[in-house]
């Protein structure tokens, strides 16, 4: 059983900085793909950032690249999220999400089997 928990949500005012963090899975943390999403009243869940666990690579969603950045410690099986300069319309509740990476990193929310709770971010 894989058991993801979010922390570091908040209320900011637009300008604003947090930084979450995903306790990922406690084995083998470099053979998933970690990512971040977030949903928001009305709306689908979004793919905000993900990184290629263990390579240093990652994906950062258009409307937050330039803002926001993704980092793991691989050794404390830890994954952030970094987000600076916030506006209103990042009010969301914000997820970690994991899936084995068998050969590739999906950015869709259907192919990620573990999820946290979520943490929730309000900036206004």
């Known amino acids: ?26 084995y083998s943390y470099s053979t998933y793909c970690m990512a971040w999403f977030r949903q928001s009243s009305g709306n689908e869940r ?22 926001f950045t993704v980092s793991e410690d691989i050794a ?3 994954l952030y999220l970094q987000m600076n300069s916030l ?6 509740l914000y997820y970690c999400a994991a899936h084995p990476r068998d050969g590739y990193c999906s950015l869709r929310a259907s192919d990620f089997p573990y999820w946290g709770l979520g943490t929730q971010v309000t900036v206004s």
Do not use: M, N, W
């Not at 908040?10 to 963090?21: E, F, I, N, P, R």
């Open 1 to 26: 059983h894989v058991q993801l928990v979010e922390s570091g949500g908040g209320s900011v005012q637009a300008g604003g900085s947090l930084k979450l963090t995903c306790e990922g899975p406690k």
């Open 46 to 67: 979004e793919v905000v950032a993900l990184i290629y666990s263990g390579d240093g690579s990652s994906y950062l969603a258009d409307s937050v690249e330039g803002r």
């Open 76 to 78: 404390q099986s830890t």
């Open 87 to 92: 506006k209103p319309e990042d009010t969301a």
